[in-house]
């Protein structure tokens, strides 16, 4: 059978039970049909009365109805794959071969899942797969929706293995086809919205462009598609960043980064101030051009994530801490108060003392960078640390560490950490770049990357469209063309000892230009609409012995220079 023979396409959703799959999917075919597109419905094992898949899915869900005691987790998924191949002959490929679209609720995804988590051989599994994509005839899907939402109590621990496991597998196949994570926190018709955006960007190409492989297999590489980013190789400049449209905040994102690590760099060569000629920039306070330089990074590298046991609990425990406060003053005062921060010794009611005596006596606890909910809803207290530490111990005990260490990208341990309550998209990003300080885990920075407000507000500022790339895809363009860049515009930048901008600096870096345009470009007007910059910079008594993370390779080079 020829690929132009084939002119439907595949959209298949998968994730673990509850998540709000099949309403998802029954949606999206009804908003498809709507539009004009003939689209058929199809779920695994399967719904329709006279199929194997019907038999299949009463057996798994009543099997005593069927007069069957039991069937072994094996048996089950092998009886899955049976209805797998069945519904593809008389159905799926029918359908695609007539020209209709097929959503798809659920995949061989499941089968692998599922058959991991319970226990099935890991040969046995594998060969049950192999079947499977055989019946598939080399076809891909368009795109797979990974669905997701936060589970109940009961289902936490069940639900921590599936996620684990589903995470393992979409970054295996990202490479082969687009995997979307669409979390189903929100109402039916923001999600569909969702789901509707990320599929309109594949709806515009011919359907005989359809994915095929005649080989499949699982692989593993990054697991983040390329950028859409076209002229990519004509001179730098504004054309190369076609069809985003930048507006001249674009420049003066360079000019500030550049001359924001110079100050960086003069304060370490002993120059006394004034480090710039910028009278923005001498009055006001910004964070450094590399994320990992700011002080609070720079203690919890060195005072919080390698001094103390480097067991990954331990790692954890100090670190999510220190975090959840993200306050120097509070992590000290709980030093000088209980000796050692360890898990192994900790204690609610002795934190709790800590914590709430300080209050009581109007001291700060928490920093004001990150505005994270209260958590009573959830725990049931009304002061907040009191929830923090809850929630620090229902991580520790869902064993989230050793997660992390099993992880294979910062996005899945980003999905991790995403599933507990009061965790949001920007904090859960921030935390698995902290935790990636320490040997708990080795990620790549530019792997992965959620704009937090400010980046939002400093991308609007940067550019008048973004030209149908995601706010995501943007970070990553301009981490890739920073030398460019910095070239373009006649900059010199001094790296961090060679190491390039992250992603995690450029969303930064876009936070600080969108405050620091309130006063260069007034006349630019980004999301927030604020118009003034509250911090005044003060230069701190206390120096910075600034060193980072081994791994990096870099602290030879910092020698005794480091200090601010």
Known sequence: MSNRARTGRLVVLEGPDGVGKTTLARALAGRLAATGVPTEYVSFPGEQEGTIGHLVYRLHHDARALGVVGVTSASLQTLHVAAHLDAIERRILPSLREGRWVVLDRYWWSTWVYGRVSGVDSELLDGLIQVELQAWKGLLPTIVFLVDREPSAVERSMHRNLRVQYGLLAHRERISYLVRSIPNSDSLDIVIERVWNELSGVMPFPASDMAYSHNPVLVTDSCEPSIPVLERERPCGPSVLRPAQPTKVYDTLWEFAAERQEVFFRKLEGIPPPWTNDPILMRHKFTNAYRASDRVSQYLIRN??????????????????????????????????????????????????????????????????????????????????????????????????????????????????????????????????????????????????????????????????????????????????????????????????????????????????????????????????????KQIYHPSAQPVVYWYPPKWGINDYVGQMGRD
């Open 304 to 533: 919080v994530a390698y001094s103390g046991e480097q067991t990954g609990t331990e790692l954890f425990f100090r670190i999510m801490l220190f975090k959840l406060f993200n306050r120097i003053e509070t992590w000290e005062l709980l030093e000088r108060n209980l000796g050692p921060l360890r898990y192994s010794d900790y204690r609610f009611s002795e934190y709790d003392r800590v914590l709430s005596d300080a209050m009581n006596r109007g001291i700060r606890i928490y920093s004001a960078a990150y505005i994270m909910p209260s958590g009573e809803r959830e725990f049931g207290y009304r002061r907040k640390h009191r929830n923090n530490l809850r929630l620090l111990e229902r991580m520790l005990e869902d064993q989230v560490p050793e997660a992390l260490a099993q992880v294979p990208t910062m996005r899945h341990a980003f999905d991790v950490l995403r599933s507990y309550p009061t965790m949001g998209d920007f904090l859960a990003f921030q935390y698995a770049i902290d935790l990636n300080y320490s040997n708990l885990t080795n990620f790549s920075e530019m792997e992965f990357v959620v704009p937090g407000p400010g980046a939002r507000d400093g991308i609007q500022k940067c550019f008048s469209s973004l030209g149908g790339l995601s706010e995501a895809d943007m970070i990553r363009l301009l981490a890739e063309r920073q030398e460019a860049e910095f070239e373009r515009l006649g900059l010199r930048f001094r790296s961090l000892w060679g190491r390039r901008l992250q992603l995690i600096d450029c969303q930064n870096l876009l936070c600080e230009v969108s405050k620091y345009a309130r006063l260069r470009h007034p006349d630019v007007i980004g999301k927030m609409g604020r118009t003034r910059i």
